[in-house]
């Protein structure tokens, strides 16, 4: 996850240490885990000369590290915990290195892209579970090395620290809250527009007043019996409807939307029913008392 990244990173650089070129490291010169290789093409690409990846600014430094390491293996979609334990792993051996153990882990095909799958499969696991799979399967990578007899004291020590500061990330971590149940709206009907949106206020304007029918029968009859129509606010509610789902409709016919014109007519039928129930009422509204 993004707000990891400062202290995955920190942590990445004490492991990683300043300027190393031991002749039995693959991996050549490197500083701050940034090798001489990968220097010289950052610096290649920013259109900038070749120089001693001793003299990498801060500012070089972090911009490789998001770009070469933490984006190739999607960090911040990552668990957290996971998505440190991944990090480290990508600067020491590969970001495709560290996503295959990863999959290894999981059981899925190890190659070494993070697609829907590997994602898919990550969701049905538990966080701390993986970061202890994954720091095993790079230890076994690890081992069978030709430069292990020199470094691998150093390797493992590494993976434990990385494995247990992991652990203890992922479970720091907020646990999910349950996502809110959401009622899937009809197909077509954008309740973001505001035409549709005011009809659709207007039909349950309507529908609300109409509930009047709850009320004792004689204060009903009154009520009823001493408004004129256009005292009624349902027939008001049911013109705005109408007019609301018309100016919807012409500026969805206009735009070529068929599916915004049918949710506006569909709307506007609400309004003319309302008008229609209101006037079929057992009390005729178009006598005063």
């Excluded at 039995?24 to 920013?46: C, E, Q, S």
């Excluded at 979609?77 to 792993?89: E, I, K, M, T």
């Excluded at 970061?131 to 007899?149: Q, S």
């Amino acid at each position: 996850m993004q707000s990891n990244y400062p202290i995955a990173l920190a942590d990445v650089l004490g492991e990683e240490g300043g300027y190393v070129n031991n002749p039995h490291d693959p991996g050549g010169a490197t500083y701050k885990g940034v090798t001489a290789r990968i220097y010289d093409a950052w610096r290649y690409l920013h259109h900038l000369p070749k120089r001693d990846v001793r003299l990498m600014t801060l500012a070089e430094m972090s911009d490789i590290y998001r770009r070469q390491y933490a984006n190739a293996i999607q960090f911040d979609g990552l668990p957290s915990g996971l998505d440190a334990c991944l990090l480290d792993g990508a600067v020491n051996s590969g970001p495709t290195q560290a996503i295959k153990w990863l999959q290894q882990a999981l059981g899925e095909r190890p190659d070494g892209h993070l697609g829907f799958v590997t994602f898919g499969a990550i969701a049905k696991h538990n966080p701390v579970d993986l970061i202890n799979a994954v720091c095993d399967e790079r230890v076994a990578f690890l081992k069978p090395l030709h430069a292990f007899p020199d470094f691998g004291h150093g390797w493992l020590a590494r993976v434990k620290r990385v494995r247990a500061r992991a652990c203890a990330m992922s479970l720091a971590a907020p646990k999910p809250q349950p996502a809110a149940q959401i009622k899937p709206q009809p197909e077509g009907v954008t309740m973001t527009d505001p035409a549709v949106s005011s009809a659709a206020a207007a039909v349950a304007s309507a529908l609300e007043l109409q509930t009047s029918a709850d009320m004792p029968g004689t204060l009903l009859t009154a009520a009823r019996a001493a408004k004129p129509w256009y005292a009624s606010q349902t027939i008001w509610g049911g013109i705005a409807v109408i007019g609301a789902s018309l100016g919807g409709g012409y500026n969805a016919w206009q735009a070529h939307d068929m599916a915004g014109m049918s949710a506006a007519l569909t709307a506007g039928m609400g309004g003319v029913a309302a008008i229609v129930g209101r006037f079929k009422a057992s009390t005729s509204i178009g006598k005063a008392a």
